[in-house]
């Protein structure tokens, strides 16, 4: 299709890969080249849920709609391609929002039809593992932590899409403490990057607040931090809030971040490996970026965590998760049946 090709099949600039992301609010498309790396990464977040102070599933669906189609526009546009440049398709299949999920689903189906292109369906958390890969080589095995709105998670990889579940949460994840938590303090939605700035103004050890479940195990629990912000606010005057607003946010900061990296050198412990990688919107956390890398130089270990902006949710980990896919399992690839969104993640 695109490139020049070799006597071998294998084109001389590298397997090129569209990546479509629409799992919850952000409408985004990449596009990967094997040899050449990322050509181009585009992202339309949504402001619609703004006033609403947190995602509306029907309004998300419907912005998908009304941006998918320029998102890929300006994807190929800035990676200096064509269609006919292409070698397949990724998209995101699950876990997230139905209605979103739906959207991005079917103008993939169509595009990869319209077009002769194979489609991959991506796991969504397992692309933010594989975000790593867009800058970096991680060797295997290691351990993965992925924090994100939805899910935080600790996998043991032995090698690629080769996962071992070793705890995840029992009730909330980080990413949905630090926004529901910044919502109680009035910050505004998404709550978790401004809740992240203030932090960084403010003393971690103004207020302690609980830290679930940290002396033993691989699970993590977030809900009970939630009350008892909750139930501190209630006691405090609001002058005192306001006035004290960054050293609160520092104090929850320290109690998530701190739960995540005993979780996370624990499972280090118990499995003998000495590589993480650290992903998920959660990783592009300040605090427990300093965390992570504090505790890595002191086991001397390799510590990989993508860029911020790969942090989030991106077309370009899709993208790139969808290439390792193809070329470990070709199987797995389809002409645009057989894919089908999924809420939550199987078991």
């Not at 520092?250 to 590589?275: D, P, Y």
């Amino acid at each position: 299709m695109g490139g020049e090709i070799k006597q071998d099949g294998l084109k001389e600039n590298g397997m090129i890969t569209l990546g479509i992301e629409s799992s919850c609010d952000d409408t985004a498309a990449a596009v990967w080249c094997s040899e050449r790396g990322l050509l181009s990464s585009v992202v339309s977040s949504q402001d619609v849920h703004v006033s609403w102070g947190g995602v509306v599933p029907e309004l998300a669906s419907r912005a998908h709609h009304q941006t998918i189609t320029d998102t890929v526009k300006h994807a190929l546009e800035r990676a200096r391609i064509t269609v006919k440049d292409l070698d397949r398709v990724a998209v995101t299949e699950g876990p997230g929002l139905m209605g979103s999920l739906l959207v991005g689903l079917s103008f993939a189906k169509g595009f990869s039809l319209s077009h002769n292109l194979p489609i991959v369906g991506v796991n969504h958390i397992d692309a933010h593992l594989y975000a790593a890969f867009i800058e970096h080589e991680p060797e295997f095995p290691f351990v993965g932590l992925i924090v994100s709105g939805g899910h935080t998670r600790l996998v043991r990889v032995d090698a690629p899409f080769v996962h071992t579940l070793l705890g995840e949460t029992r009730d909330d994840a980080a990413g949905e403490a630090f926004d529901k938590t910044g919502k109680m303090l009035g910050l505004p939605y998404p709550a978790g990057p401004e809740m992240d700035r203030l932090a960084r103004e403010g003393d971690p050890e103004f207020h302690a607040f609980p830290r679930s479940m940290i002396r033993e195990g691989l699970e993590f629990s977030f809900s009970g931090l939630k009350t008892s912000l909750l139930y501190y606010l209630e006691e405090q005057k609001e002058e005192y809030v306001t006035k004290h607003r960054a050293d609160i946010c520092a104090s929850v900061s320290a109690a998530i971040t701190e739960v995540l990296s005993v979780k996370l050198e624990r499972a280090m412990e118990q499995t003998g490996i000495r590589s993480v990688v650290m992903a998920g919107g959660v990783s592009a956390n300040s605090m427990l970026r300093k965390r992570c890398r504090a505790m890595a130089d002191r086991l001397q270990t390799a510590l990989w965590i993508p860029s911020p902006e790969y942090c989030t949710d991106n077309g370009a980990m899709i993208a790139v998760a969808g290439a390792m896919m193809d070329s470990l399992e070709r199987g797995r690839v389809q002409r645009g049946v057989g894919i089908r969104p999924y809420a939550r993640m199987p078991r």
